[in-house]
């Protein structure tokens, strides 16, 4: 492409190399003359071999070269200018980005939820992006819309929906919830889609106060308003309260409001609960309430015969948003919105009929067109990584990697127990493991106020430490009456035994003097 | 990862080879012992290498292996299965996927408004799916937090927003329309946000018949509901009519609703057109509206001196939708919303302030986090790809490159024009060309209803062929009164004259006997 570059520098008449000028425009010429791109894109994919698929991943290295803000800015060579520049400083960009990006596959990358990915996974990206499919028509994604199919039934199949049901993959969690959302009320008042929330009863949803923020944007983007979020107490573990939901529900109803949807979480992002869904399904039930289940981090727990029993009532679901892209690291985005219904509601809430896409008049099998049922157009094919990996894998490789992330949290979790100047918050039911670091100059103090402000300052000071020295990154927060504590996250099936001491170690290490 | 699968089989004492199980779950065991992954890793490569980079984009090759949805189900080894396979089938999946997936990048492929990708930005894509970083906080992604500042900036200094703004990646132009669509409304009702519509007086928005149909699909989705979009007539070449729009208002406040909100397109889907915005600033201006751009795909005519005029007025815009993976091809999703407010509306209309990611006793500068601008949680790096090959193409590359495109649009349609059975539908504006092909039996048929009816035949039969024959790939439609037509988008800078007369030429082979 440097070649191309050059090429427009040169006079108008350029006879004899196959290259015609009009109006200073360059008319003619093809990537095939282009031996620069290969050369380009070769060094790229054996700096990407070597720099993370070989290195990154591996404990020796750091997870994280932090830099603020300020030093990263003037390390960079950031700006846009007019002219273009050599391959050899392209790929030098590639290499910094790698260099100061976080190792998300790094065995000590506890951070998120959701750890880099998995390298079948990665060359299933590797693959879509290159041949850049996109999701509207069968003519335009043959392989992806059958792949989509055949993944989101499996998907079904684990949740128990016997009779199958509907689905769609969007660009995250947060996306299929609003999917949810905008079902359930479209269910209940179809007028909603054309005449809007206008002429509508004020309508009133439910979701617990563990649950993921996104319940929150989703109501307000989708002009149902914060406030017409019904927040449900959750019990100690973190469970939504079913008799504080039924509460909740009447209360509604006594305030002239139209209770329409209850939001179930399975796996909060704080402390891994699940509600309890086969009672919340009862109380929707018996109100004729949408059963929304939030499986984005915890769906992945059906896959496991040993630990499938906390999503127990999930085949009562009338919808169910799961995100293999975390516990499955089948990488960013991967988001399944999986609905019961078999009637088309999911189509007919959504579409448009696009003239220029969703012809009638077309030769084939328009089932086969997906893409009227998204809320986007043009749509990435997230489901083929993950059906890449399932297929190399196998759905038992798929459990044990579940079952060990499960395993390695209970290891963990004995290890706090065991260990001085180390607080469990709880007992764990997925592989969120919360705990408090207790510095040995606090360990005397006995529990007041004066004892968690003091808490309160140690792990963002360890967080600090553990980035500025690249060693560990796990997150932090405080929660409710909770002082700051440690959200450890373990998903990974590569991460053993060593690297959960070394984890407690490395925070006593780091915090042992504060 | 084979090798893992095989040693699971193993009894649970394994001592000697460094694994160790526990409750049959192994503990130990990274990555580093797995040469497969490796080899797996760098075979796909060279797969990916071969078959797209080197050959999917040749002339020579086929644009597409057309399977029906029945036969390609059959060809494909779809199935997800308790165990796992060997790579080499993993390979051969890869093959299959690449093999019969549409060549986006192919010189013949004229069918959407995006075509593949460019090279630098393919190698962004994988250096950032190979990372994994997710665009929540400075701290999970400090390279791309920086980048997409920078991408934005430049963005909105070719908008002429010579103040700057605000601005955030979205997966698509969909949703960027969403985004101006609820800070529009929040920015005039910031109740809305706790309250809901139900709060609000009847909303309305205007945009003309030419617009994207996610227009319509973000009202729905938004609650204002479709029947809440005026939509506005527009002339013969496809551009909204002021007076029409001020017509439109009127009649919205007479019914007691209140106007928010226009939406103006540049770059409109079927035909290329670009609405007035200079005069539609003016009407915005006078009623007190919010003006939205939708240039995801027109925008790039920014970038050329000669064309920018086509976007006169944009510098007056509240926000704009503009998305670099669409006629820059830096690869979907890549689409960048747009707003000039310098007060936070962005976060203010979206923020939730999760804890547990947007700590505020983090030890560097907030103003870094960027995430809770958006409505979605985990975010991709959407902007690296477009800055790499901003980068390496440099400014001027990317002018020549929409010049190009203008250039080749201009040639095909006086191709149009000179060819026997060829009739341009209007002049294009930008590069969308529509026109019929009337086979020469038909070529003596006088205008009339008997003939627009055999002629909507034609496109879809010839279309039909053209998949079968994986010759081309041109889109075609019907549109208001007129009877289906081809339309032919130009965007690949790597496309020449040559490439336009096949263009008339197969067409004309392939619907001759019609």
Request: negative net charge; aromatic residues 10%.
């Amino acid at each position: 492409m440097q070649g191309l570059k050059e090429k427009t520098t040169m006079p108008a008449s350029t006879e004899g190399n196959g290259w015609s000028h009009v109006d200073t425009v360059q008319l003619n010429g093809s990537k095939e003359d282009l031996p620069e791109t290969d050369s380009f894109v070769q060094q790229a994919m054996t700096l990407i071999m070597d720099e993370v698929v070989r290195k990154a991943g591996h404990a020796s290295g750091k997870v994280c070269e932090w830099r603020s803000p300020e030093d990263l800015t003037k390390l960079l060579d950031l700006e846009l200018g007019e002219a273009g520049e050599a391959p050899a400083q392209t790929l030098q960009h590639c290499r910094d980005a790698i260099h100061y990006s976080v190792k998300t596959n790094h065995p000590h990358f506890f951070n998120q939820l959701y750890v880099g990915l998995d390298h079948y996974a990665m060359v299933g990206s590797f693959v879509t992006e290159a041949t850049q499919p996109s999701l509207y028509t069968y003519e335009m994604a043959p392989v992806h819309c059958l792949i989509e199919k055949v993944v989101l039934g499996k998907m079904m199949e684990m949740m128990g929906w016997v009779e199958g049901g509907d689905g769609i993959f969007n660009p995250g969690g947060s996306m299929s919830n609003m999917y949810a959302m905008n079902l359930a009320r479209f269910q209940r008042f179809p007028e909603v889609k054309e005449q809007g929330l206008s002429a509508c009863p004020r309508l009133i949803l439910f979701t617990s106060e563990e649950c993921h923020y996104s319940v929150a944007k989703a109501a307000a983007f989708l002009g149902i308003g914060t406030k017409n979020v019904y927040v449900v107490p959750a019990d100690q573990s973190g469970k939504m309260i079913p008799k504080e939901l039924e509460k909740q529900i009447r209360t509604a109803i006594s305030e002239g409001a139209v209770p329409f949807m209850v939001n179930a979480t399975a796996g909060t992002t704080v402390l891994g609960s699940f509600d309890p869904i086969e009672e919340l399904a009862d109380v929707c039930e018996e109100h004729n309430l949408w059963l929304h289940v939030d499986a984005c981090w915890g769906g992945a727990a059906v896959l496991s015969n040993k630990h499938k029993h906390l999503l127990k009532g999930v085949h009562r679901a009338h919808s169910v948003a799961w995100n293999p892209h975390k516990m499955l690291m089948a990488g960013q985005q991967c988001s399944a919105f999986l609905v019961r219904d078999k009637t088309g509601l999911l189509q007919r809430c959504h579409s448009a009929c696009a003239s220029y896409l969703f012809q009638k008049d077309k030769f084939y099998d328009i089932s086969c067109d997906t893409g009227d049922k998204s809320v986007q157009c043009g749509r990435k094919a997230d489901a083929f990584r993950f059906w890449l990996m399932w297929k190399a894998l196998g759905t038992r490789e798929l459990e044990r990697r579940v079952d060990h992330a499960l395993e390695m949290a209970r290891y963990l979790t004995e290890g706090i127990k065991k260990r001085d100047g180390f607080r469990l918050l709880m007992e764990p039911e997925y592989t969120n493991v919360c705990f408090w670091y207790i510095p040995p100059s606090m360990r005397k103090i006995p529990d007041s106020p004066e004892f968690w402000q003091k808490v309160e300052a140690v792990a963002p000071k360890i967080k600090e430490r553990m980035m500025k020295t690249g060693s560990l990154m796990v997150g932090y927060q405080s929660h409710g009456i909770n002082a700051n504590f440690f959200r450890m996250i373990i998903i990974s099936p590569w991460v053993s035994t060593k690297d959960m001491d070394f984890v407690l170690d490395e925070i006593h290490r780091l915090g042992a003097d504060l």
